[in-house]
């Protein structure tokens, strides 16, 4: 009923969908993941064990959290704490960028489906008043018909823009949410790791 416009709608709606489950599916348990390896890592960093905090690390190398600590903990252990520092930041903007992985299809279809559905609508309305025209007779009724099917595509264009956006939101809080988390335990670990230093020094990757 929204002629045209509606397709380039409908496939933005399964797009965004598609987008949708895969995102939730990627980052499901990521916060209590991360929290669960830090905690097995700071031990064995803060008793200058750091070949079994790498090991750990490389077992869970399929979630971000494992890739960050494996990455700021194989660092050369001599380096400054502002370098390490910058290391890591970089580590996690990597990480981070991954997990924003799709969302640019999100925010592409919160922001044009409700103008592709207005041009669907306008459209639709210059066929009504055409067909009016060619016929030379009608009145509100005719044109009324016209205008019902073709508001349709702006009913489309909008849920599809609503959904989309609600979800982009979503995405982008809890992505922010994750990379404070990271952060915090990318310093905890840093600073176990100079306690580490300053108690077993050179030794500190013994296992």
Request: glycine share 10%; with cysteine.
């Amino acid at each position: 009923k929204g002629a045209i416009a509606t397709y380039p709608l409908i496939f933005m709606s399964v797009v965004s969908v598609a987008v949708v489950l895969e995102r939730l599916w990627s980052l499901r348990n990521i916060g209590s993941a991360t929290l669960r390896l830090a905690d097995s890592i700071l031990e064995p960093i803060g008793n200058g064990q750091r070949e079994l905090a790498l090991a750990i690390c490389r077992q869970n190398s399929h979630s971000p959290a494992g890739r960050i600590f494996l990455n700021v903990i194989s660092r050369h252990a001599g380096e400054s704490f502002e370098t390490m520092s910058a290391f890591a930041a970089e580590t996690m903007f990597e990480e981070t960028q991954k997990l924003r992985k799709y969302l640019w299809i999100l925010g592409t279809a919160a922001s044009s489906a409700p103008f592709i559905g207005l041009l669907g609508t306008v459209i639709g309305i210059i066929k009504s008043f055409e067909s009016m025209a060619i016929v030379g007779t009608g009145g509100f009724s005719v044109v009324a018909a016209g205008i019902s099917e073709a508001l349709v595509a702006t009913a489309l264009g909008l849920g599809v823009a609503i959904i989309a956006v609600m979800f982009y939101n979503y995405f982008q809080t809890r992505i922010g949410n994750l990379n404070g988390l990271f952060r915090i335990q990318v310093n905890k670990i840093l600073q176990k790791m100079r306690q580490g230093e300053r108690t077993y020094g050179d030794h500190s990757t013994q296992s």
